[in-house]
Nanobody, 126 residues
């Protein structure tokens, strides 16, 4: 599975971006697909994940309400809408896929994911 993340860029505080993660090589069917982010000098952080089979979505508590995950099955693509962005949201955002359905407690663990995209940089200016 190859994952291609896109949609990052430079945005002002309070702005919005939509990131995309498209899979090639196989579909997301039966997978759990997630977004993580890593800010400079910090650990990689879970943003949210979706179980492709039933569309159930998990969010990191701090992201809930500002970030919204969605998918387009026909395009084999997952999205995250980032709203009300803050400078502390500046990070490289990665999509990742596990070729199985993860339980909620596992979905936030980066070691559970076998496939990773190259990341897309989001920079929020103050």
């Amino acid at each position: 599975v190859q994952l291609q993340a896109s949609g990052g860029g430079l945005v002002q505080t309070g702005g919005s971006l939509r990131l995309s993660c498209e899979a090639s090589g196989r579909t997301f069917s039966g997978s759990t697909v997630a977004w993580f982010r890593q800010a400079p000098g910090k650990e990689r952080e879970f943003v949210g994940a979706i179980r492709w089979a039933n569309g159930q979505i998990f969010y990191a508590g701090s992201m809930r309400g500002r970030f919204t995950i969605s998918r387009d099955r026909a395009k084999n693509t997952m999205y995250v809408q980032l709203n009300s962005l803050k400078p502390e949201d500046t990070a490289v955002y990665y999509c990742a896929a596990a070729l199985r359905t993860l339980i909620q407690s596992s979905a936030s663990t980066d070691a559970e994911y076998e496939y990773w995209g190259q990341g897309t940089l989001v920079t929020v200016s103050s």
